[in-house]
């Protein structure tokens, strides 16, 4: 007689791990947003924002007996950057947890990320982070031109950001609107100081902001191309972030 093997349950630690399936940027001093929790009839409430995406972020709330806020409640955060205009986002808490110096750290779902989308610019773009590995952008006084060609059509933009596995191509709205509704193509570019690249990508969201599209492209992996540039475009990144993080520390 055979028996079945039992399943075996994961690890709850390993479960919510998972669950957490957008890459969050860490907030540095230098980059710190101001944020603001709205819930019914209360006071609104300064918070300390601490992590960021399309589709949550995280805060250091502070404590208040008179106010507590419970997994479950509907709520609203607002969000604002660098004078920028406010980002307004409802949300869900996801999390309550206890946190040092008489705050709480608040973890919040979006509930609709695609209006949160519609609210960015290129700035928010660069916060609100979507992709697991590393991303860099380029810098201010070297903007990196590319083009997208898909289904004979060609259209010229920058680079927004770039990681090695791919880039946000910004496009403007009118050049946005000739984007095909494809799922392949390719792009041509040339990072500072590296060759003129062209590979095959992968069409994979389409974000309209206020100002631009921006169009989520990720290198097609079986392109015998990109194995031959992965080495430089990997030093790249590695260069960029660390030029990034050294800008963060003196406060940009």
């Not at 929790?37 to 250091?60: C, F, H, Q, T, Y």
């Not at 950001?161 to 009118?174: F, N």
């Not at 590695?238 to 003196?250: F, G, P």
Request: charged share 35%; net charge positive; aromatic share 6%.
């Amino acid at each position: 007689m055979f028996f079945k093997k039992r399943k075996t349950s994961p690890d709850p630690q390993s479960a919510r791990r998972n669950l957490r399936s957008e890459y969050r940027r860490e907030l540095t001093k230098a980059n710190l947003f101001e944020a603001t929790l709205r819930a019914g009839n209360l006071p609104p409430v300064r918070v300390e924002l601490v992590d960021l995406s399309i589709r949550g972020a995280g805060a250091r709330v502070p404590l208040n007996d008179d106010r507590k806020f419970e997994k479950g409640d509907k709520v609203e955060l607002a969000i604002t950057g660098m004078m920028r205009a406010e980002i307004t986002a409802e949300a869900r808490i996801a999390s309550v947890k206890p946190d040092r110096g008489g705050f709480v750290r608040v973890g919040f779902e979006f509930q609709q990320p695609e209006k949160v989308a519609e609210q960015l610019d290129t700035f928010y773009l660069k916060h609100f982070n979507r992709r697991r590995d590393q991303r860099v952008s380029p810098a201010i006084d070297r903007r990196v031109l590319a083009t997208l060609r898909v289904e004979g059509i060609e259209l010229k933009g920058t680079l927004g950001d770039v990681a090695e596995s791919g880039v946000a191509l910004v496009l403007t709205l009118a050049d946005g609107e000739r984007v095909p509704k494809a799922e392949t193509g390719e792009i041509e570019f040339r990072l500072p100081g590296c060759a003129n690249y062209k590979l095959n990508v992968c069409l994979r969201h389409r974000t309209a902001t206020r100002e631009r599209l921006v169009v989520g492209l990720e290198f097609d992996k079986g392109d015998e191309r990109l194995h031959k540039i992965s080495t430089e475009l990997t030093e790249f990144v590695a260069k960029r972030a660390a030029e990034m993080a050294l800008w963060d520390k003196h406060g940009r």
